[in-house]
């Protein structure tokens, strides 16, 4: 074989190595110590001294470059195999995985629907634009009663408002925030008969100032339940029940009297838990008889009992959170404890 040969085969053969074993096998074959180049070098002392010397400094060149080549190609490998091997440092602490927090109004939201359905209530929905006729009229609040100044509430502009034709096409009055969940009641007695026992669990807007215990933007949890023999003894149970299966059999009650126009009589339910202090969780008492009338119903057929509770109070109290505005801060440090 002519050097030129052995050139051309060699680099060849060192460009197809696809593995250090492969590239061994050339270098091993060429340059070994019985190696086709190695022979020729060997030779090189039979030739004469003009020829030693032209075949010789081509043979070593060739010599050179060959070891240049094998060289640069094992680098190569190593790298890789360094890559794969030790690409990522095992001794190296691992980075965190943040999964993502359910928010405690989600969760005590997804309890409190769990808790009822057990007890056979179904959930029902409503919307947070209302009118007025539904928040106030047809709950016995007329306009100019006193007691809409207990639901201090965000009016809405009717005019070129989007949800204008809402109110056109129902009754005609005002557009507003929904101030409690209570106009759902009268929404689901619209369309359904006697007897059911719903909540509806919703957001409601005020207009007031926040404190401690009160946000202008929170959530209720509406009950109903109607029947021909419904009576507050029902009610009691059912929110005893309730608070039990929530909270544990160490919840106390305090069941004060209270106003709503929509009830009567109307309560209002304090709990409290071991170590805390009493907290209002909710307004209720049996379906006032103009509330029934308002739906067609006949009041001296059918009764019923509501209530109304704050969501955030309740998860106030189960979570022990001292600040109601904790909830709608953002702030991810107090979101990630839960
Ligand atoms: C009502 O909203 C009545 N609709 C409840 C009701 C329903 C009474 C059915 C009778 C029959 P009240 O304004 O008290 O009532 O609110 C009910 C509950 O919502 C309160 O007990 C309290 O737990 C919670 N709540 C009231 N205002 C706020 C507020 N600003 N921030 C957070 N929670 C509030």
């Given amino acids: 074989m002519d050097l030129e040969q052995i050139k051309k085969s060699a680099i060849n053969a060192i460009n197809n190595a696809s593995t250090a074993q492969d590239l061994e096998s050339v ?99 409503g919307p947070e634009i209302e009118n007025e006729y539904y928040n106030f009229d047809a709950l016995n609040i007329p306009a100019n009663h006193p007691a809409r100044d207990m639901w201090d509430t965000f009016w809405l502009k009717s005019k070129n408002n989007p949800f204008r034709q809402l109110a056109d096409s129902g009754q005609k009055s005002k557009l507003l925030l929904r101030t409690h969940t209570s106009p759902v009641q009268i929404r689901y007695m619209e369309k359904h008969n006697p007897p059911f026992q719903i909540i509806v669990p919703g957001r409601v807007f005020r207009y007031e100032a926040t404190d401690m215990s009160h946000e202008f933007n929170f959530y209720q949890v509406e009950g109903l339940m109607v029947g021909s023999d419904v009576s507050l003894a ?63 119903y006949n009041p001296d057929e059918v009764q019923g009992f509501a209530f109304g509770m704050g969501l955030d109070r309740l998860a106030m109290i189960k979570y022990k959170i001292p600040d109601i505005r904790l909830f709608y801060n953002g702030d991810l440090r107090f979101i990630r404890q839960f």
């Fill in 234 to 296: 029902n009610f009691k149970f059912v929110v005893e029940e309730f608070c039990r299966k929530l909270f544990g059999s160490k919840v106390q009650f305090r069941f004060r009297p209270g106003y709503f126009p929509f009830v009567e009589p109307g309560l209002e339910v304090d709990i409290k838990l071991e170590g805390g202090g009493w907290l209002e969780v909710m307004g209720a008492g049996m379906v006032q008889r103009n509330v029934f009338d308002a739906v067609r």
């Fill in 27 to 125: 270098n091993v074959k060429y340059l070994g110590r019985k190696g086709v180049l190695t022979g020729v070098l060997h030779s090189l002392k039979d030739l004469s001294i003009e020829d030693r010397r032209k075949i010789g400094s081509k043979a070593n060149a060739l010599k050179q470059k060959l070891e240049e080549l094998i060289n640069k190609k094992s680098n190569s490998f190593r790298e890789l195999s360094n890559k794969i091997s030790f690409g990522f440092d095992v001794t190296k602490p691992g980075l965190k995985i943040f999964s993502g927090h359910l928010h405690p109004l989600s969760k005590i939201d997804a309890e409190v629907r769990k808790i009822f359905l057990s007890m056979n209530f179904s959930v029902v929905d």
